[in-house]
């Protein structure tokens, strides 16, 4: 790691306004010094490095411009936003990104009055921004609503749902597209930037309007025909009739990294009446950083890394994580059977099928960052009698989840799901934790819903998937690392709704659900120590559950704790119902629930999120004591 970079012109830069204290010549030198600061905090930290190298002057013109925070700056998704975050008031905590009680890793609305929007799943910046915007205009604010939109974030369709609403907000709302990748329009230049600047200006706006005031004293043919006329010759020179046709007045492309034309554009939209403006910036993710530049990723998400190298730290060897143990499972899938194809929204990599594509490129599909449309999308190919896995974390699920419900589970088509980030995440927090899938998949009927227990049961779980055609399949599993056991030779399919016992005791009984296996076990050897008995079943199915070995646990124990990684509504729910629907808990049973807290938890290391969870061995063994009333030495308590 270096030592902290020279930035004379930044240290004096606490908040926006003292931006807008400096002349546009110093801008240069601002950008540069800011983006040698990010690179500097990130190598400390780890954290999203090439989106927010790419929008560093396309922050400051921003915020040179407008008037943050009354002037509301929206960020899509957030991980660029580490720049932003430098210059409104967090320098002092930046190296505390994505750490514990530190900064987030996206905007967060209790973090700063520059952040106005909280932000960590993409495409929702324009409709939030619309929102701003209206409030403002409704009460008779005079503050704008600026939303910065990735070119990716515009493959779903929730962007275009907002544009198609954007009319009403007039001159309030500024959509400011960050084209980093897609090519959109032809590589920008001195030329395009002028045309930006061109179609800006206060000049052409008043010819303009003064041509429309012309067109709309004409007869109404003539009038939409001259309308047609000018939005496509714009269109023709700079690309931008789609949005034109949306209701936003396009302004561009002009180059992101030349601070000094994005606030002379910035001004001229800022002082324009026309309506709602899209400005359209092209970038380069990881500008000015050479490592960051010539990578496939443009070092999208990094771990600490040595500045001057560029090489990042390696993580001591150990297990395969469970994403690349799901890609291997699934590529044999795929070579066994031609029938079995997969699906991802916009994470190829963060899912595996980076690697699946290798091998099967014309069976593997990445529909850009469109949940719901995957989802639909893997309904349509199983009902032409195709074995689709549409793979998708946990969270990002969610936005898909009426699709599930309409076209998935009620046609009951066997759509395999794949769940990763399942639990909790570490440093990215509330926002992608896979919380909630067991509660809102468990109440599907049709539904099978799966949670594995390690590497090898993951595996195993893929194969079942694969060959089950009756109806919805699904199976969760965490980020980060296995528990290091082989990984079978030739899958099994395992028996729907059955579990497992993994030790076999007869006075406390331990139900677990997905990868807190290893911490049930760890329980039980304690709880042994102690005297008391202890099995510990893994059920392996959240729904349906497996009935015969729930009840014969439930009736054949004093006390049973279901454990999973998830929130209220999931495995301890449906055991909880089982129980009082048979009457089990009428001879004295007692049943207690381990699962992740009522609230969103903060990003930090993993392993401190279970402790805070209280989803750890000594908390299973710390819940069986209470319900026994017996002390921590094993003692029965006296009763009162």
Sequence with gaps: MSDRPNTPLLDKMQFPADIRALSKEQLPQLADELRQEMISAVSVTGGHLGAGLGVVELTIAIHYVFNTPNDKLIWDVGHQAYPHKIVTGRRDRIRTLRQGGGLSGFTRRSESEYDPFGAAHSSTSISAALGFAIANKLSGEPGRAIAVIGDGALSAGMAYEAMNNAEAAGNRLVVILNDNDMSIAPPVGSLRNSLARLVSSSKYLSVRGVAQKLARAMPDALHTAAKRMEEYARGMMAGGTLFDELGFYYVGPVDGHDVRALVEVLENVRDADIGPILVHAVTQKGKGYAPAENSADKYHGVVKFDVVSGIQAKAAAGAPSY????????????????????????????????????????????????????????????????RPFATIYSTFLQRAYDQVVHDVAIQNLPVRF???????????????????????????????????????????????????????????YPRGEGRGLALPEAPQALEIGKGRIVRQGNKVAILSLGTRLAEAEKAADQLEAKGLSTTVAD????????????????????????????????????????????????????????????????????????????????????TVLKALRVNSAGVEEARA
């Design 539 to 622: 059920l392996r199915f959240a729904k349906p559950l497996d009935e015969d070995l729930i009840r014969g646990l439930l009736t054949t124990h004093q006390v049973a704790v279901t454990v999973e990684e998830a929130a209220i509504g999931g495995l301890g729910a449906h055991v909880l119902t089982l129980a009082s629907d048979e009457g089990l808990v009428d001879g004295g049973l007692k049943i207690r629930t381990m699962r992740l807290p009522d609230r969103f938890q903060d990003h930090d290391k993993p392993e401190r999120q279970y402790d805070e969870a209280g989803l750890n061995a000594p908390h299973i063994v710390e």
């Design 323 to 386: 994403t690349s143990v799901f890609a291997k499972a699934l590529s044999a899938e795929m070579q066994r059977d031609e029938k079995v194809v997969a699906i991802t929204a916009a994470m190829p990599s963060g899912t595996g099928l980076d690697k699946v594509a290798e091998a099967f490129p014309e069976r593997t599909f990445d529909v850009g960052i469109a949940e719901q449309h995957a989802v639909t999308f893997a309904a349509g190919l199983a009902a032409q009698g195709y």
């Design 418 to 476: 794949a769940m990763d980030r399942a639990g909790l995440v570490g440093a990215d927090g509330a926002t992608h934790a896979g919380s909630f899938d067991l509660a809102y998949l468990c109440t599907l009927p049709n539904f099978v819903v799966m949670a594995a227990a390690d590497e090898a049961e993951l595996c195993h779980m893929v194969h079942t998937m694969a060959l089950h055609d009756s109806g919805p399949i699904a199976v969760r």
